[in-house]
Structures are given as C-alpha cells and as structure tokens.
C-alpha cells in the first residue's frame, strides 16, 4: 500500500459535496467511486440522497472504520461498499463517477490509471486541484465556510 502523507484528510464541506455530486449528474443506480473517501460523507450522500451505488477507497484505518460505523448506523450497507486499501490498486472501470480530493500532484499520477480504466462518458468530479493535461468540461467556484471552492468536471471520452 502507497500511502500520500502529503495528503491530509480534510473533509469537503457538505454543501460543496452536494455541489459536486450535482454538477457530475449523478443518476440514480449509478456507480460512484470516491478515492480517499476519509469519513465517507461524498459516498453517503451519493447513496442517500442521490439514491446512487458508492464505493469509498480509503488507505487509514481508523477513517474506514468511522465511516463503516456511519454507514450501517444510516442503514446504507447494501447501496455503499468500503474499501480499505491503496486506490491505485483498486480497478475503477465499473465507475460512472469518480470523486476527487487530493492534491494536483497526486491527481497527476492517477490520471494514466483513469484513462486506461474508466469507461467512455465516465465523469471525474476534482474538488480543489485539477488533473493536468485534461480539459475541464465545467469548472465551477463555490463559496462556503469563508473560503471558495473550487470543482473541476472532466468526462472521458475514448
């Protein structure tokens, strides 16, 4: 397992969560994978409130267990997968959506793994730090909790 110390589990505000789960269109039954999901709030309101399938890949312990401990307590089990692990040796290509919060650098490294893995039409849905080399298809500014936020939309195309 690869673990980025460099990136610190900040949670995303909730507003900007929902924000960023509307501007990827996320569709009821559709596949939501959320890299680095820390306490799982993008996954939870994705099966929640989106009524979406969502699968949190996270690499420290004690985040996956407070999120699994959310996620039955909400009754959610059967719409929300947890992983505990290394997401860049998690296969992505089942995802319609994929949620992003890590650093430029970080994004940089997957991006080969996005595109050998994602499906045609899939959206990568980046929170703050663009992937370079890819064109945003809407880049959006959200102000929230004294600061503003910024949300990237790609889709794939092949």
Do not use: T, W
């Given at each position: 397992m690869t673990y980025y110390p460099q990136v610190p589990f900040v949670p995303t505000p909730y507003a900007v969560v929902?924000?960023?789960?509307?501007?990827?269109?996320?569709?009821?039954?559709e596949i939501l994978y959320d890299?680095?999901?820390?306490?799982?709030?993008?996954?939870?309101?994705a099966a929640k409130e989106f009524n979406a399938r969502a699968v949190g890949i996270e690499i420290r312990k004690d985040l996956?267990?407070?999120?699994?401990?959310?996620?039955?307590?909400?009754g959610?089990?059967?719409?929300?997968?947890?992983?505990?692990?290394?997401?860049?040796?998690?296969?992505?290509?089942?995802?319609d959506v994929v949620t992003l919060y890590l650093l430029t650098?970080?994004?940089?490294?997957l991006r080969p793994k996005l595109e050998k893995e994602l499906k045609p039409g899939a959206r990568v849905i980046s929170h703050d730090f663009e992937v370079l080399g890819w064109k945003?298809?809407?880049v959006e500014n959200i102000y929230d909790q004294w600061r503003t936020h910024k949300i990237y939309l790609y889709v794939v195309e092949k």
């Open positions: 929902r924000r960023m789960l509307e501007i990827a269109e996320l569709k009821p039954g890299l680095g999901c820390g306490d799982g709030r993008i996954i939870i309101m996956v267990e407070q999120c699994y401990r959310e996620v039955m307590r909400l959610l089990q059967d719409r929300i997968k947890i992983i505990h692990g290394d997401f860049f040796e998690v296969n992505l290509s089942e995802a650098s970080v994004n940089e490294k945003p298809k809407r």
